[in-house]
């Protein structure tokens, strides 16, 4: 694993770095667009991405191996080709689906079983099938397949599932050196990021963290939060975790979150993010702004003519006023979604950008503290 992320500065225990990859060179701190289905939900096109500012596009392995076929996507020259996307693209394991279809999976030493969400049929995917579906993606960063405990599970239930993610984690990584070594791989550069498990348990992640920290992956993530503890004890757990990754690698919190959930993140070294919420949000007419989130559903915005936030450069606030978005909302144009998801990606990826100026000049703890007081207590 080669060394790629350089580690430009530090502001408190907030990290300022570059990922080099073979399709550019990513700013971190970083927010990664999600396009699970090789799409952001919302009509945004690969050209809307460039213009909001997006560096990573973010891609679902599970759901585009039931839904179009990994090996159509290759046929296709890989992900990149297939949505006309040069710059970096993550693609997830399929791990957290182990999660998420809990009443439509066994799991097992060897894998996962499923029935899909969509026909029913049987899929069996453990860490070699996940690498290889990956691979035919050929994105930029391939995630190690892992299981995502439940943050209620048990105390044993939770070890020996960790201890199996790291079993998985060794397979992930021979198989990948693997594949990459193949003539017919698209991307033969493809990067592994492992996974750090362990629930809520502060012990079990922070001897996880140890032990994946050992493989020399191109990066860690920190995997199974998010998903019903609260905010408190997911920042506990990165308080306890973190640390223990390797510092001159990059560390990924994956789906989180909210604008805060990014600035507390960033505060105890997290380099990339993701999340659904800015393109689910927009999708509902829920937009976000220096001073809060506003529903524009609300009879409030029938007559206002100010963009959705004022300064805003983003093609919905340069163009169209509350008022005119609000009514494509309410007439279920298409219009009206498309709007909201640019402005929401175009206010994280703007977010990130402040982040990471925040941090090279050393000023990073004001800047947190006066956006979420902004955020908290604006006038909207």
């Given at each position: 694993?080669?060394e ?59 759901h ?16 990149h ?27 097992k ?44 599970a ?13 079993r ?12 990459n ?78 604008p ?24 509902h ?36 006023s ?38 090279d ?10 956006k ?9």
């Open positions: 694993m080669s790629n992320y350089k580690l430009l500065k530090k502001d408190g225990g907030a990290k300022r770095g570059e990922f080099h990859t073979v399709h550019g060179v990513i700013q971190t701190p970083v927010f990664m667009n999600v396009g699970t289905v090789a799409a952001i939900k919302g009509a945004v096109s690969t050209m809307d991405l460039k213009e909001i500012g997006t560096q990573v596009e973010l891609s679902n392995t599970y585009l191996h039931v839904r179009t076929g990994d090996t159509v996507v290759k046929k296709m020259g890989g992900l080709q297939f949505m006309n996307w040069d710059r970096p693209i993550l693609t997830d394991s399929g791990g957290f689906q182990v999660f998420s279809l809990a009443s439509l999976r066994k799991i030493e060897e894998g996962v079983y499923f029935q899909s969400h969509i026909d029913g049929r049987k899929i069996f995917m453990g860490p070699e099938e996940s690498m290889q579906i990956q691979s035919n993606l050929a994105s930029t960063i391939a995630m190690a397949f892992d299981e995502c405990p439940s943050s209620v048990d105390r044993t239930y939770v070890q020996n599932s960790v201890d199996r993610t790291t998985w984690l060794v397979r992930c990584k021979a198989e990948m050196q693997r594949l070594g193949l003539e017919d791989t698209i991307n033969p550069h493809q990067m592994l990021f492992g996974i750090n498990q362990g629930a809520v348990y502060e012990d079990i992640r922070i001897e996880h963290a140890k032990r994946i920290a050992e493989l020399e992956l191109d990066g860690y993530a920190v995997g199974g939060l998010a998903v019903g503890e609260s905010h408190e004890e997911m920042y506990r757990i990165l308080d306890a975790t973190v640390p223990y990754l390797p510092e001159a690698k990059p560390a990924y919190l994956m789906g989180v979150g909210t805060i959930n990014i600035l507390e993140g960033v505060d105890r070294g997290v380099d990339f993010f993701d999340c659904v919420y800015p393109s689910r949000n927009g999708r007419g829920h937009v976000y702004t220096n001073d809060g989130k506003l529903n524009l559903f609300n009879a409030k915005f029938e007559l206002d003519q100010r963009p959705i936030e004022e300064d805003c450069q983003c093609p919905a606030c340069r163009s169209y509350r008022g005119y978005i609000r009514h494509l909302l309410k007439a279920k144009e298409m219009l009206g979604m498309r709007l909201c998801v640019l402005h929401n990606l175009y206010f994280y990826n703007h977010m990130m950008e402040e982040i990471r100026d925040a941090i000049e050393g000023r990073y703890q004001s800047y947190k503290k006066a979420i007081d902004r955020f908290e207590n604006g006038q909207k």
